[in-house]
């Protein structure tokens, strides 16, 4: 079992940074892949980027792309999602994930493609 960590979260303004992590319990080089999801109130739960442990291939979504940046650290089992150029609609709960296995990983863009999920930080964006 992995256990998710995230943290960071928080009120920002638009045009603002945030920088959000999320610690891992344990190696997550056993790990094949570690994403990010936003969930906003009424909405599904919306692929945001992932990253590959081996060869640190990243895919972001579209509403994301040339402000979202990910991040890994090997030595500290932590992935980092860098938020530039924040906006009132990137405000949700941002949720890290974990993909064990890599024959069920196809870039990491669907939430059955995880096996584990952190609790979320709540970000924050005012206009």
């Known amino acids: 079992q992995v256990q998710l960590v995230e943290s960071g979260g928080g009120l920002v303004q638009a045009g603002g940074s945030l920088r959000l992590s999320c610690a891992a319990s344990r190696r997550t080089s056993s790990m094949h892949a570690m994403g990010w999801f936003r969930q906003a109130p009424g909405k599904e739960r919306e692929f945001v980027g992932a990253?590959?442990?081996?060869?640190?291939?990243?895919n972001y979504g579209d509403s994301v792309k040339g402000r979202f940046t990910i991040s890994k650290d090997n030595a500290k089992n932590t992935v980092n999602l860098q938020m530039n150029s924040l906006k009132p609609e990137d405000t949700a709960v941002y949720f890290c994930?974990?993909?064990?296995?890599?024959?069920?990983?196809?870039?990491?863009?669907?939430?059955?493609?995880?096996?584990?999920w952190g609790q979320g930080t709540q970000v924050t964006v005012s206009s």
């Open positions: 990253i590959t442990w081996s060869g640190g291939t990243t």
């Open positions: 994930a974990a993909a064990r296995a890599s024959a069920e990983y196809s870039g990491g863009y669907y939430p059955s493609e995880y096996n584990y």
